[in-house]
């Protein structure tokens, strides 16, 4: 699974800390997921969709 | 509030653990190989518990969250594979003894190897889980 999570933060000046402060998670996290190395649940997803003002399928790019 | 007790409980587990070590080292005398060996496990154990405070207490002064879903499933799989350490580790531990010193165990160091081994292995795997990410 690719994301766009990089570049939409980007947009809105943030850093991966303000990300993390923002959703309650910790920092690693937000790394890993613009890795790939770690596939968030649902409502992680939705929150993290939330505070970059987008939609999950905006975010995330499912590949089969 | 809930991360900072774990944080408080964690480290007088800690320095409980760290106590009980210092006051059976002053009081063995001469340490064979084999409480050597136990002893460095345990140190390894202490040292790790350790970084995972710290890095804990690090993340909490930050504003940011001591823990996560990302740890908590960490911790679950970590636990799995030390639950699977505890149960095969007495059998190895048994036969290895067996093999090597041509003696049987007693009751209270299949415990021993039993507690060491699935600590290890759960602290092994938490730290490789976190460096990888999932």
Known sequence: ?64 | MKDKIGIILGLLATILVILTIAVYIMNAGTIELTESATLAIVIILILAASYIIWDRAKNIRKGLSAKDERLININYKAGYYGFIAALFSPLVGQFIADIILGRELTGSQVTAITVIVSGLVFVVSYLYLARKGN
């Open chain 1, 1 to 64: 699974m690719k994301t766009r999570m990089k570049e939409l933060r980007a947009r809105y000046n943030f850093t991966q800390e303000d990300l993390a402060k923002k959703i309650g998670v910790r920092r690693e996290t937000i790394l890993f997921i613009e890795k790939g190395a770690y596939n968030p649940s649902i409502k992680l997803a939705h929150d993290i969709a939330k505070a970059l003002q987008t939609t999950i399928d905006e975010l995330f790019i499912f590949e089969d």
